[in-house]
């Protein structure tokens, strides 16, 4: 099966692969990230949190923004990477998804890229095909000098955030046991 890049020109589309996409980047753990700039709600300093009993571990709370119950997604947490202390630089990246309001943690917001749609390459496919597929493509990381002079070039590979993979379980049934567990202790 061929990955796909939603943001990658279908074949044939040269005018598509001239078109502009605007990336939101930002790092965790010492790795750059991008979303699609149209996901971007807003950024903001983080805020207080009220945990969410029976949640994954990597959703780290609720808050509420202008009257809206907005969950929070530890992006650290979720990665596997280790958790460290929140920076004067952390960031809550506020995301549409699903048509919901989401909170991603970044340890820092960068910057936002214009690169032809054309330089968004699709992920090979990694890991177990049954697990949520959290990169959808991946743009820069060219090494060649005259990447870094071109609209939108950079030595640094940025990886497309699938932002809906980051709710979905880890592993198969992961849903349906957490589903199975809530209702057993309600009959309890």
Do not use: W
Not at 104 to 125: F, I, M, Q, S, W
Not at 152 to 162: D, E, H
């Amino acid at each position: 099966m061929k990955p796909i890049c939603p943001l990658a020109p279908a074949d044939g589309a040269d005018e598509a692969a001239d078109a502009l996409v605007q990336l939101c980047t930002f790092r965790v753990g010492g790795e750059d990230y991008a979303v699609d700039i149209m996901r971007v709600r807003e950024i903001i300093h983080p805020l207080p949190l009220t945990p969410v009993p029976r949640a994954p571990a990597f959703v780290e709370g609720v808050f509420r923004l202008r009257g809206e119950v907005i969950p929070v997604v530890d992006v650290r947490k979720r990665f596997g990477l280790p958790a460290d202390p929140p920076t004067r630089r952390s960031r809550y990246v506020i995301v549409n998804v699903a048509g919901r309001r989401l909170g991603l943690v970044v340890d820092e917001v960068c910057e936002v890229l214009r690169v032809p749609r054309g330089d968004v390459r699709a992920t090979p496919p990694l890991g177990d095909p049954r697990a949520p597929r959290f990169f959808l493509g991946a743009c820069g990381g060219e090494s060649a000098p005259a990447a870094a002079g071109r609209r939108g070039g950079s030595s640094r590979l940025r990886l497309l955030l699938n932002v809906k993979a980051l709710l979905d379980p880890s592993a198969p049934g992961e849903a349906d046991a957490a589903r199975a567990q809530a209702e057993a202790s309600r009959r309890a």
